[in-house]
């Protein structure tokens, strides 16, 4: 395997869903790791729920044109949304919530933390990678003026890497620093996101319906393993996720069995093979849910 190859395995740049992709020379002293930089473009279910510890000797850049979908720091929650963009620093352990099946439209920069050498609290980049306690200010809202130029400066790179220039990897590299200068700026100004705190209860109850969705007999279950009263689960669930209990975990099941069908699974297998245990019931909620039967989804 080639260093290049080497590196773009340990990046995860996957070039089914990414639309461009560039891998750049880092012109500083201090850093022999290249820069990397991806647009996505797929869809993704529900379903797929994605726990991260960021441990790779990188800082990521998120920056989100279209998707709904969220990402959890502790208890922290940010929402993503147009134009934001979603610092994450080595070490910083995040959760990747999905709340309905999505289009993504999304771009992604790596920074190599020895491209930042020995900082010492002077550096215009310190304070967003490293002056920052888990799940504070972590999502950076640009004003208008300025998400315009970045998403401007994102679509100059994708002509870079697509037009084949010979100096495409230093214009790569001088917009991506200018990219990193925008959402500095706009970090300085106290434009980051609030952060919204769920409940440690409600973050429990989350995570064992993402494990066990599958096999759960009820809600009650869900209730007894946090330990606290269904009236209050629903409460939470209502006041923090905009769907009770139910609703949310019929969902995942929903987009399951999608998940299934679109692999070849017959009707019997993703009904069963997604929680549910009567053929009539999952009928009549897979089509109250996409709006079609699961014969018509298969079929499509």
Not at 257 to 286: E, P, Q, V, W
Request: charged share 20%; net charge positive; hydrophobic share 35%.
């Amino acid at each position: 395997m080639s260093k290049l190859e080497e590196i773009k395995k340990n990046h995860g740049i996957d070039k089914s869903i990414a639309s461009s992709h560039a891998l750049v020379y880092s012109y500083t002293k201090h850093a022999k790791s290249p820069i990397t930089f991806a647009h996505y473009t797929h869809e993704h279910t529900i379903s797929s729920r994605v726990m991260y510890n960021k441990n790779n000797d990188h800082c990521s850049l998120f920056i989100f044109q279209t998707g709904k979908f969220g990402f959890i720091f502790d208890n922290a929650v940010y929402n993503s949304s147009y134009g934001n963009a979603l610092i994450i620093r080595n070490n910083e352990k995040y959760t990747a919530c999905f709340y309905t099946d999505s289009y993504l439209d999304y771009y992604e920069i790596q920074i190599p933390l020895e491209f930042f050498g020995d900082y010492n609290g002077t550096d215009m980049f310190y304070s967003l990678f490293y002056e920052r306690e888990n799940g504070e200010r972590n999502m950076v809202s640009l004003d208008r003026f300025n998400c315009d130029v970045m998403m401007s400066k994102l679509r100059e790179i994708e002509n870079v890497i697509n037009s084949q220039n010979s100096n495409a990897d230093i214009l790569v590299y001088a917009h991506i620093i200018q990219i990193m200068g925008i959402i500095h700026s706009q970090y300085n100004l106290n434009r980051s996101m609030p952060v919204i705190k769920i409940p440690q209860k409600l973050k429990t109850a989350v995570d064992y319906i993402h494990q066990n969705y599958l096999t759960l007999i009820g809600v009650d279950e869900v209730s007894h393993h946090c330990n606290i009263t269904g009236t209050y689960l629903a409460r939470m669930f209502k006041d923090f996720m905009l769907c009770t209990p139910n609703e949310y975990i019929t969902n995942l099941r929903i987009s399951h069995a999608k998940y299934l069908l679109s692999n070849g699974k017959s009707l019997t297998d993703a009904c069963f093979g997604s929680g549910f245990s009567n053929y009539t019931y999952f009928i009549t909620k897979f089509k109250s849910v996409t709006g079609i039967t699961p014969s018509k989804f298969k079929k499509k």
